[in-house]
């Protein structure tokens, strides 16, 4: 059985500050995912991550795969308060099939 | 291109009610994906349809729950008797064998 896993689960960090958020997963996978949940909201996809070395930038969000180590990073820099969400990464073991979630890690920006 | 739309949004049931989530998958998409949410925990797997047919229902519980994506029509996710442990945000997402889009879920309360 697939499991992934997020940490930390919670994080709260200064604006300014740099921090990295892992997702471990336990079986080879073809892609995986990253989304962010705003409170009461849905899902809104960061980024999918398609081959090993895979690294994707999207203004102060950063994420990159190990397919070796079967870890993936988020790295967020100079936090500012507008990123202040729960992140889930998930995991996609093949194409066109179901998603098995990390815990989510929720990352609260202070002033 | 309107994305996945669900309804209701927001659905209150008494114990032993019947429930009826709807998902419309984005314009194009043919595979639909329905997660449960529970309150402060990630996103699970239910179950995966593409039209008339279950391609994957190992995260569905056996009794209550059933889905189905018709030919014509939305998906629909119908909880029978429901119980106050079914509270949850259920989620619907559809695919075109690529990135798996969500939509704004439907927040089910069971009094």
């Known amino acids: 059985e697939l499991k992934v896993e997020q940490n930390p689960l919670f994080l709260s960090m200064q604006e300014g500050k740099n921090y990295t958020i892992y997702c471990n997963y336990s079986t080879t996978s073809d892609r995986l995912y990253w989304y962010r949940q705003d409170p009461g909201k849905s899902l809104e996809s960061l980024f999918v991550l398609l081959s090993n070395g895979a690294v994707k930038q999207e203004g102060r969000l950063m994420a990159s795969l190990d397919t070796k180590a079967r870890l993936s990073t988020l790295h967020i820099t100079a936090a500012v308060h507008d990123l202040s969400a729960t992140y889930f990464c998930a995991v996609e073991p093949g194409t066109a099939s179901k998603l098995t979630f990390g815990t989510g890690t929720r990352l609260q920006v202070t002033l | 291109n309107a994305g996945v739309m669900q309804n209701p949004r927001h659905l209150v049931r008494r114990r032993g009610q019947e429930a009826r989530l709807r998902c419309s998958p984005m314009k194009g998409h043919s595979h639909v994906y329905w997660y449960r949410q529970l309150p402060e925990e990630g996103l699970k797997f239910m179950v995966y349809l593409q039209k008339e047919n279950i391609i994957d229902e190992s995260g569905m519980p056996k009794e209550r729950f059933s889905a189905e994506f018709p030919k014509e029509g939305p998906s629909i996710l119908r909880i029978q008797q429901v119980v106050r442990g079914d509270s949850a945000a259920y989620f619907c997402?559809?695919?075109?064998?690529?990135?798996?889009?969500f939509g704004p879920g439907t927040r089910l309360l069971v009094l």
């Open positions: 997402a559809s695919s075109d064998r690529e990135t798996q889009y």
